[in-house]
């Protein structure tokens, strides 16, 4: 898991869920914008924040973060590879049919 954790994401912080009976964490990291071939030192390093107990996740009265809007983006083509996972329903030629 961790090797997977580096070769995805960085700066990866471990928090503590409050007030669970499963003693559950929080990974959070920044998502690599490529996959990254990681090293036994890196691997280590992320296999150690498990031995630690790790700080306490705090409610916040605002937000820390200004969120940007999402980039508006234009249809798929027809036809093209993305327009396949994104095409309704109704826009089949035959409709779905079980037989019994």
């Known amino acids: ?36 071939n990681p090293s036994k ?16 996740l705090e409610a916040v009265s605002s937000p820390r973060y200004t969120l940007l809007p999402a980039e508006q983006k234009e249809p798929a083509a027809p036809g093209s590879d993305s327009a396949r996972w994104t095409t309704p329903l109704k826009n089949l030629q035959m409709p779905l049919s079980r037989k019994d």
């Open 1 to 36: 898991m961790a090797a997977l954790l580096v070769a995805y994401y960085e700066d990866l912080v471990v928090l503590r869920y409050p007030d669970t009976e499963y003693g559950q964490v929080i990974v959070i990291g920044y998502r690599r914008q490529h996959y990254k």
């Open 41 to 56: 030192e890196e691997i280590e390093a992320t296999q150690k924040l498990a031995k630690v107990e790790p700080l306490m």
